[in-house]
């Protein structure tokens, strides 16, 4: 009876919410510890962690370029002359859900548009799903105003209202998009392997080439309902407009999705992908009571589809907005909230140590691999540059001789480390140049601006990064749950 007890406890959101905040404290206090006990030891978790640090940067700077590089070479292939997209991509049916609530019939436009535009032999079979919500009207009447004015335009446009209130559902993105797909599909007879289903958010305007290329890696794929493919999103849709900070993490963003692009084992879906109707069905469609569903949805169609499963990358660009609001206060309590939501996948872990423990096939090794870049993910989301900042200096705090030549030398290491670290900056920034240039006018000024807003990473990282992360974990500690989803504003582009 006991052990079943225990069992339960542990297996209980009561427990799992304490270990991200419990993980990070422990992290900021080992070290403190060790030095205590063993000061030698303490040392060797120094430099241990330091050298863990220092490597996963230049690791992650190589896989920036590998995966930049790869996407060039990919997206400058013509893929309408193959077989694959003569033949067989006929066949496919493409549904792109756009959710959407308070934002501008301008930005709406441009994501229908961007659509519209594609250069794609059977845009018969493109439907453009608008999900628009019933407790805000202007969003009913922009969604009128896109069908009436683009209904000879040789797509499909259709909308499904979402209701305010249903049994069941958090005021949550998620719950408006699996309404409009189940509605949608309701009187139809749709191949489930031959019709994909694309979430993008209603700021994202696509490439010329963008179904091409989707259809192309969804027909070559291997067991291609066992996936979810993920776009590749770019912020650059308003980067000249607005603040640096702001710049910074959309650009950041890009490179941690090139760069974990480039580790399948843990790859995971964000913001715009898609699923082939098969899958999305397996997994029970989205979440109707999470603020954050892009993790969740991988863990769900994991455990769906017996952990044969992955996500695909997708060379195919969406171009999307950076955080903008009228004034420089607004856009950092608006990015904070965006960083606050993201950083609330730490709370899949409620869903994944139960549904691992259930699942008796999935070899422990595999469970433990999940389970802990999960925890540590987040870990060092939180706390990950804050220890790095603080712990070089920890010696010199608990050793009582000052004059110790350890003692002395682990502050000057770190900061020759941080110094070092510093001055690759220039990598991020030129390869940010490259890579917005594409999709972005430069002017001679923007140069200059784009290099020396990289300055302030470190800064940026220590407060506006790592603070929202805290409070997830803090909240989730505490059980003080975000239960609706609020959405970024998006400003009129004309």
């Known amino acids: 009876m006991f052990k079943k007890q225990v069992k339960q406890f542990i297996l209980s959101q009561k427990f799992i919410s304490k270990l991200p905040l419990t993980f990070l404290v422990l992290i900021f206090f080992v070290p403190i510890v060790l030095l205590k006990i063993n000061y030698r030891i303490g040392l060797y978790f120094i430099a241990f962690y330091i050298s863990y640090w220092t490597i996963k940067v230049f690791e992650s700077y190589f896989y920036v370029i590998t995966s930049y590089l790869k996407l060039l070479n990919l997206n400058a292939k013509d893929y309408s002359n193959s077989d694959i997209i003569k033949k067989d991509a006929k066949n496919l049916k ?3 859900i756009v959710p959407f609530y308070s934002e501008p019939y301008d930005v709406i436009e441009d994501n229908v548009i961007s659509i519209i535009n594609n250069v794609y032999p059977y845009k018969n079979n493109i439907t453009i799903l608008l999900a628009p919500e019933e407790r805000w009207i202007d969003t009913i009447v922009n969604a009128e105003k896109i069908i009436k004015k683009f209904k000879n335009s040789g797509v499909e446009i259709v909308s499904v209202v979402h ?7 958090w005021k949550v993105k998620w719950a408006n998009i699996t309404y409009a797909i189940k509605e949608y599909i309701k009187d139809k007879n749709l191949d489930e392997q031959m019709t994909y289903i694309s979430t993008i958010d209603t700021d994202t305007k696509v490439e010329k080439n963008f179904f091409t290329i989707v259809a192309y890696t969804y027909l070559t794929t291997e067991k291609n309902t066992n996936a979810i493919y993920q776009y590749t999103p770019v912020y650059s849709n308003n980067w000249n407009k607005w603040t640096f900070f702001a710049r910074l993490i959309a650009m950041w963003t890009t490179f941690w999705q090139l760069s974990e692009s480039q580790n399948p084992e843990f790859y995971r879906n964000f913001a715009v992908y898609w699923m082939s109707l098969k899958c999305l069905k397996k997994s029970d469609y989205w979440s109707k009571t999470s603020i954050v569903e892009d993790w969740l949805q991988y863990w769900r169609s994991y455990f769906a589809w017996g952990w044969v499963f992955r996500i695909v990358n997708v060379p195919a660009v969406c171009m999307m907005d950076v955080v903008e609001e009228e004034n420089i206060f607004k856009t950092i309590k608006s990015q904070y909230k965006q960083l606050r939501r993201w950083s609330w996948w730490c709370s899949d872990l409620e869903y994944v140590i139960p549904e691992f423990y259930k699942n ?14 999960l925890i540590f993910n987040h870990l060092f989301w939180s706390g990950g540059a804050l220890t790095l900042f603080f712990i070089g200096y920890l010696p010199g705090v608990v050793d009582n001789l000052k004059n110790s030549i350890i003692t002395l030398t682990i502050p000057l290491s770190v900061s020759l480390i ?34 020396l807003q990289w300055l302030l990473i470190p800064t940026l990282t220590l407060t506006l990064f790592s603070l929202p992360a805290i409070e997830s974990q803090i909240r989730y500690f505490f059980n003080k749950r975000i239960d609706f989803f609020e959405s970024t504003k998006k400003m009129k582009r004309k």
Do not use: C, Q
């Open 163 to 169: 209701p305010s209130w249903l049994p069941g559902e």
């Open 418 to 451: 941080f110094t070092m670290i510093f001055a690759t900056i220039a990598f991020p920034s030129f390869i940010s140049i490259l890579i917005m240039r594409k999709y972005v006018h430069f002017r001679k000024r923007d140069y200059a601006v784009n290099i």
């Open 94 to 96: 493409h549904i792109i």
């Open 360 to 373: 008796k096939k999935i070899k422990k090794r595999e469970k433990i691999k999940k389970i802990a870049y």
